[in-house]
């Protein structure tokens, strides 16, 4: 499962980031995501989709179990995770590595 | 002096007329390629993790902190930049790249300090997709509580 990407339009790839996540966001929560995943596997997972995915089906679930409060605590809750180790790890790695060059 | 917004525009539209013709083509299939190199490689990672007795569901959780690990890891190293810049967003759209979008901003401008260098510059690109993340996904959680479709 691969992803293309257009290299060709006029914007940076933080906007382009920005865009995935939040079309991932929007795809699940229109329910067409889990198909996906279920067909795709990490290759669903993986792209920055699937973190907008893991944020909507964490509000979705928490909305399910606490009511309206996991409206505020759904999002980070199922990303927690990758979230952490991103600051704490990327906060280690930079310390210890020098930029090259 | 700081170039203003104006200028910077001018600049890239100048830069773009004088840059030659990307070779679109050549540049979506190597994305496509590394882009779903990364992807099988999650699969793998995905499949151990199932393994290990993880529902498809919960192994995604891991699946992404591995991935986010080795992502900066990789950057670490320098070899996360020089993939990116042969595939483009191939690499920089898994969440590996995401990782990198945090790392390599970090490094660049651990000079600056631990706080105002380090600190501050990992959330440059990481910023942004958590802002539209979080702010998308809870609209959206909104709209499908008032639909009553949770």
Request: glycine share 14%; charged share 10%.
């Amino acid at each position: 499962m691969a992803q293309i990407t257009l290299n060709l339009t006029e914007l940076t790839p933080a906007h382009i980031m920005v865009l995935f996540v939040s079309l991932g966001a929007v795809v699940s929560g229109l329910g067409f995501y889990q198909p996906l995943l279920d067909f795709g596997g990490a290759g669903a997972a993986v792209p920055l989709t699937g973190f907008g995915h893991a944020l909507v089906t964490g509000i979705l679930d928490a909305l399910n179990q606490q009511g309206l409060l996991g409206l505020f605590t759904g999002g980070l809750t199922s990303t927690s995770f990758g979230i952490t180790v991103a600051v704490v790890f990327g906060y280690f790695i930079s310390i210890l590595f020098d930029p090259r060059g | 002096m700081q170039a203003g917004y104006d200028e910077i525009q001018q600049y890239r539209k100048m830069r773009q007329k004088n840059a030659p013709p990307t070779p679109l083509f050549a540049n979506l299939l190597k994305a496509f390629f590394v882009g779903g190199a990364i992807c099988a490689f999650g699969q793998l990672v995905l499949n151990i993790y199932r393994g290990m007795g993880f529902t498809v569901a919960e192994a995604t959780v891991p699946l992404a902190g591995t991935m986010v690990f080795l992502g900066a890891l990789f950057t670490g190293f320098g070899w996360y930049d020089e993939l990116g810049e042969f595939a483009g967003m191939g690499a920089a759209l898994p969440i590996t790249g995401f990782a990198n979008a945090i790392v390599s901003p970090a490094m660049e401008f651990k000079r600056e300090g631990l706080v105002q260098g380090v600190g501050k510059h990992m959330f440059e690109v990481a910023g942004p997709v958590f802002v539209y993340g979080l702010t998308v996904s809870f609209v959206i959680g909104v709209v499908r509580y008032f639909f009553g479709a949770y």
